[in-house]
């Protein structure tokens, strides 16, 4: 469809380089004044990027999605956004920049999965009250792209676990960012919408955008991802291609048991439980 | 798709909708007055020159007076109550959560009490000691809320209902040293009612109500990705803290002035944006105002009720004229919206989840 197109290109061909995109610069972070939930973490990414951020529960990567997504400030370090310090961005600009999937949505109130996907047009509301064709245009792709046209009419607390992080994610599209950060988008879901999920978020990040996930499944992240980060109790152990990052001895020494790590047939290296 | 065309259809279908409530609340203004009672609907609209008839005056100082505080009062209340269960992400959140019924109620026995004690009377700053005491309490929750690194509802929820029941708690040592006519005053007043005389009040309540609905609708569409939770609205644009710093001082002051005028009228703020709710979804670019104009619309019903019915009921022969008199609007709206809204819950799919 030739709407879709100008909608999708808008997005690609806004800023072509290869320059850093979103940048951690010797980012510590913690909660109250315990101990660090994130220290001296430096990341650095660039357009067309699908990085997965691995690691056991409690090892900062959801602390370390919120920071890149603006809603905690770090201590110390600065989390760069094309060049420019991130908590200098307004929400307004922030949000037309990066969108944010959670891992559940749970509306207090019955909203259509039609108007849920609306919602990312907010930030371009400016002071209208009312949404522009041009905002339901947007919304009206995001549904098709995701493949849940059919779904705009139903309440979104109607519909299954695995469409809701459908509507969701055409919500983050629906706000047209360069940015996804995901927190566990696949976590809940069955293995047929993870595999919807994940390849929409293949193909943005194909279509250059940057796209940063948490994951607990080692093996999704190894076939879907480009590259991957380790964290282990706050820190960065190790980050890089699928290959690189997943090593027998580098897992023994994160998660603490033996898991073999074997070549699948497409080439992608394969965590199996001992 | 259709799904956009209902959006599209949006502004349309909003006017469509406030022209109706708007048209019904202006009909029941210009009949509700004239119903019962002795009045004259000729003496009041041709009497002119330098003879005042009764009817002229019952009709401006306190008929329209009544009717004008029921319709700005429930609107206020609607309104608070639309906004306090947005920002609490709860249906059942009402207008009183954050302890200004408590405080009122407080200032206003302790300016009763004062009038008691000496030779000057006090009486003149009733409705404002009442809502100097709806906003202790606020202040004291905007000092805990600063404190918060973040918005968290669970916080704010038990700091009201403390607040509440250490205000009563004092109440009573008030109600306890003083006598019975005053405690029988401060408890009359608990019960709500809105047999007001004159204007003033209203020159307070209305141009709260109508500024209050005009910015509540227009950041109606932040008040929906609000709905969502704090930290989604921030990754939408939204500046939640401030934003929610904003939409919760208006409704609490539309509260606090609701509270002075009329005293703590229950169930009005929970029932009728609930109710809006089930009628035409929780977009609040229409639940905002909608429920403005039914919530007025039912508390001007409910005290015509209280007002009227005891008398049409002696008119049928169901009670002896002799015992003819005014019900509380209070005690109305409690009587109906209790129920009410317990069938409502009955009813009610699940939509919220645990979480």
């Given at each position: 469809m030739s709407q879709d197109r100008t909608i999708t290109e808008r997005v690609n061909t806004c800023c072509p380089d290869h320059s850093p995109l979103l940048e951690c610069k010797a980012i510590s972070f913690c909660y109250e004044s315990d101990s660090w939930v994130l220290e001296n973490i430096d990341l650095t990414c660039v357009r067309g990027q699908f990085v997965g951020v691995l690691g056991p529960n409690g090892a900062g990567k959801s602390t370390l999605l919120k920071v890149l997504g603006g809603t905690l400030r770090p201590q110390t370090g600065e989390v760069l956004l094309g060049g420019q310090p991130l908590h200098q961005l307004s929400r307004v600009e922030l949000a037309k920049r990066i969108a944010f999937v959670p891992q559940r949505t749970v509306p207090a109130f019955p909203y259509t999965v039609f108007e849920m996907v609306l919602m990312g047009r907010q930030p371009y509301a400016g002071l209208r009250i009312f949404e522009d064709e041009h905002d339901l245009e947007v919304a009206r792709w995001a549904l098709e792209r995701v493949g849940i046209v059919h779904l705009a009419k139903k309440r979104f607390h109607h519909i299954s676990g695995g469409e809701q992080q459908l509507a969701v994610v055409a919500?983050?599209?629906?706000?047209?960012?360069?940015?996804?950060?995901?927190?566990?988008?696949?976590?809940?879901?069955?293995?047929?919408?993870?595999?919807?999920?994940?390849?929409?978020?293949?193909?943005?990040?194909?279509?250059?955008?940057?796209?940063?996930?948490?994951?607990?499944?080692l093996n999704a992240a190894s076939r879907w991802c480009t590259t991957l980060v380790l964290l282990a109790q706050g820190r960065i152990v190790r980050s890089g291609s699928p290959d690189e990052v997943l090593s027998e001895h580098v897992l023994d020494e994160v998660y603490g048991i033996a898991l073999r790590v074997e070549k699948s047939p497409a080439g992608y290296p394969r965590v199996e439980l001992p | 798709m259709s799904a956009a065309e209902n959006n599209s259809r949006l502004p349309r279908l909003m006017l469509a909708h406030i022209c109706l409530a708007a048209t019904i609340a202006v009909v029941l203004t210009l009949v509700i007055p004239f119903v019962g009672g002795t009045i004259n609907i000729r003496e009041v609209l041709f009497s002119r020159g330098t003879h005042i008839s009764p009817s002229?005056?019952?009709?401006?100082?306190?008929?329209?007076?009544?009717?004008?505080?029921?319709?700005?009062?429930?609107?206020?209340?609607?309104?608070?109550?639309?906004?306090?269960?947005?920002?609490?992400?709860?249906?059942?959140?009402?207008?009183?959560?954050?302890?200004?019924?408590?405080?009122?109620?407080?200032?206003?026995?302790?300016?009763?009490?004062?009038?008691?004690?000496?030779?000057?009377?006090?009486?003149?700053?009733?409705?404002?000691?009442?809502?100097?005491?709806?906003?202790?309490?606020?202040?004291?929750?905007?000092?805990?809320?600063?404190?918060?690194?973040?918005?968290?509802?669970?916080?704010?929820?038990?700091?009201?209902?403390?607040?509440?029941?250490?205000?009563?708690?004092?109440?009573?040592?008030?109600?306890?040293?003083?006598?019975?006519?005053?405690?029988?005053?401060?408890?009359?007043?608990?019960?709500?009612?809105?047999?007001?005389?004159?204007?003033?009040?209203?020159?307070?309540?209305?141009?709260?109500?109508?500024?209050?609905?005009?910015?509540?609708?227009?950041?109606?569409?932040?008040?929906?990705?609000?709905?969502?939770?704090?930290?989604?609205?921030?990754?939408?644009?939204?500046?939640?803290?401030?934003?929610?710093?904003v939409v919760v001082w208006i409704a609490a002051l539309l509260t606090a002035v609701s509270v002075a005028v009329a005293g703590p009228i229950g169930f009005v703020g929970l029932v009728i944006p609930h109710i809006v709710r089930n009628l035409i979804g929780s977009d609040h670019r229409l639940l905002v105002p909608l429920s403005a104009f039914y919530g007025g619309i039912f508390l001007l019903l409910c005290d015509f009720l209280g007002w009227r019915g005891m008398e049409f009921a002696a008119r049928g022969g169901a009670i002896r004229p002799e015992s003819v008199a005014e019900i509380p609007v209070g005690i109305i709206t409690a009587c109906l919206g209790g129920p009410f809204f317990l069938i409502l819950l009955f009813r009610q799919e699940r939509t919220t989840g645990d979480v």
């Open positions: 919500r983050a599209l629906a706000q047209q960012t360069d940015i996804l950060l995901l927190d566990e988008p696949v976590t809940y879901l069955d293995i047929r919408h993870q595999w919807e999920v994940l390849n929409i978020l293949k193909d943005c990040s194909e279509g250059n955008k940057l796209v940063i996930g948490t994951f607990h499944d | 002229t005056i019952v009709f401006w100082q306190t008929r329209l007076p009544r009717v004008l505080a029921a319709l700005g009062c429930g609107a206020a209340l609607s309104l608070a109550g639309v906004v306090f269960q947005a920002v609490l992400r709860n249906p059942l959140a009402e207008p009183y959560i954050l302890g200004v019924s408590g405080g009122a109620a407080l200032g206003k026995a302790l300016v009763l009490v004062l009038s008691s004690m000496g030779n000057v009377t006090f009486l003149a700053f009733l409705n404002v000691g009442s809502f100097a005491g709806a906003l202790i309490p606020l202040f004291l929750l905007h000092l805990i809320g600063r404190k918060q690194r973040c918005w968290n509802p669970e916080v704010f929820l038990l700091a009201g209902v403390v607040m509440n029941v250490f205000a009563s708690a004092l109440l009573l040592l008030v109600q306890y040293f003083s006598d019975f006519t005053l405690v029988r005053q401060m408890f009359a007043w608990m019960l709500g009612g809105l047999d007001i005389v004159g204007y003033a009040p209203l020159a307070f309540l209305w141009p709260c109500v109508i500024i209050g609905t005009v910015i509540l609708t227009v950041l109606g569409r932040g008040l929906n990705v609000l709905t969502l939770g704090t930290t989604t609205a921030m990754h939408l644009g939204i500046e939640s803290r401030r934003f929610v710093n």
